[in-house]
């Protein structure tokens, strides 16, 4: 089966709507990265998501809504900090974790009680969702592990053959995963940080905001915990010293024949032109460089054999970057 790229349109959506309904799989934009679609009521259709990725059976699928009114249909209950959550940050780039109800499928949520809700600001998105008429279990449309995809070519270039259709909306906006939360003991927790953060959660809802990514880090194996988004060359991640460290980086590897591209913030460009080191500007802080990480590991993994990459400290989202981008180098730092 060859893989269909359609740009949305009238019978696009009717098309994906009749496969959406008939337990197939169809990938479709949102703000954040692109979303592997199916109905998350079907157990069959969740466990294709699965199977199309070579997704580990033990992570369980985000439930996306094209409503707010659509929330209620498929949670068993919605607490005050919950409620105040969706009023101020829906739709847009979060996901809530709630109790479930008995239409989400336990082969979405992996056997869990509790589902991940999000509701996409993506237009065609919540066209695609609202048209489909029943709750769409997505998680990132790349196969496991790689960088998730922020354009329909990512999603082609992993899953041809795999799914369908893809519905193609362009380069996504935002550029990383949705943040993901649960209420718990009136505190929010920030279980993947992402472009919500702490701060405007803790700006609006007024409750302890608490990082679970961190303070599990110190628990959780490198190995499980650091390897995810991974480019198929090697990274490494320059957090201290960072022009220097590159430079001594730099001169090893072209000792030993390897070829290597330094992905920089614009202020830091001049340093590696001058030492005739091949660059490329990834951004001038933390939003322009989550917009277009995952795709230059995509198109850089091909062309050499190590990327060596700067650690962005500046903008709002700096935690949600250093989060995917730890992981794309499998936790090997400077
Ligand atoms: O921006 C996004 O969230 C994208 C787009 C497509 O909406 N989706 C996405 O899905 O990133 P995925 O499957 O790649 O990531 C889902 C994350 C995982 O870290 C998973 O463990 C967590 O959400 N998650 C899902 N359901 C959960 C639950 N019931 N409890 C706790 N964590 C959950
Ligand atoms: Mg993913």
Do not use: W
């Amino acid at each position: 089966m060859e893989t269909k790229i359609l740009k949305p349109s009238k019978q696009t959506f009717q098309f994906a709507k009749n496969l959406i309904l008939n337990n197939e799989l169809v990938a479709f934009p949102t703000e954040t990265v692109y979303g592997l679609g199916a109905n998350a009521s079907s157990e069959i259709s969740c466990n294709k998501i699965f199977q199309a990725k070579g997704r580990p059976q033990d992570n369980p699928l985000i439930v996306h809504v094209g409503r707010k009114k659509d929330i209620p249909k498929y949670v068993a209950s919605i607490n005050e900090i919950e409620k105040k959550i969706i009023r101020f940050f829906m739709p847009g780039p979060i996901s809530i974790v709630f109790p479930k109800n008995k239409l989400i499928s336990n082969a979405a949520t992996c056997n869990s009680p509790t589902v991940a809700i999000r509701l996409p600001i993506n237009k065609i998105a919540r066209k695609f969702i609202n048209i489909c008429n029943c709750p769409i279990a997505a998680p990132s449309a790349n196969s496991s592990k790689r960088p998730s995809p922020t354009c329909a070519k990512h999603v082609y270039d992993d899953l041809n053959g795999k799914i369908e259709l893809i519905i193609d909306g362009g380069n996504t906006n935002i550029g990383i995963e949705s943040t993901v939360v649960k209420v718990e003991n009136n505190m929010i927790y920030i279980l993947r940080p992402g472009k919500i953060s702490k701060r405007m959660l803790e700006n609006k809802i007024h409750v302890p905001v608490l990082d679970v990514v961190k303070t599990s880090a110190v628990v959780e194996s490198p190995g499980t915990k650091y390897t995810h988004y991974c480019p198929k060359c090697e990274m490494i991640l320059a957090i201290n010293d960072k022009i220097n460290n590159i430079i001594k980086l730099h001169e090893h590897f072209k000792k030993n024949n390897k070829t290597v591209i330094v992905f920089c913030v614009k202020e830091n460009e001049m340093a590696y032109k001058e030492n005739n080191i091949p660059y490329v500007i990834y951004g001038k802080n933390s939003e322009e460089v989550s917009k277009h990480i995952f795709a230059l590991l995509r198109e850089y993994e091909n062309k050499v054999d190590v990327i060596l990459a700067e650690y962005v400290e500046n903008g709002d989202m700096v935690d949600s970057l250093f989060n995917r981008m730890i992981k794309s180098c499998s936790g090997k730092t400077v």
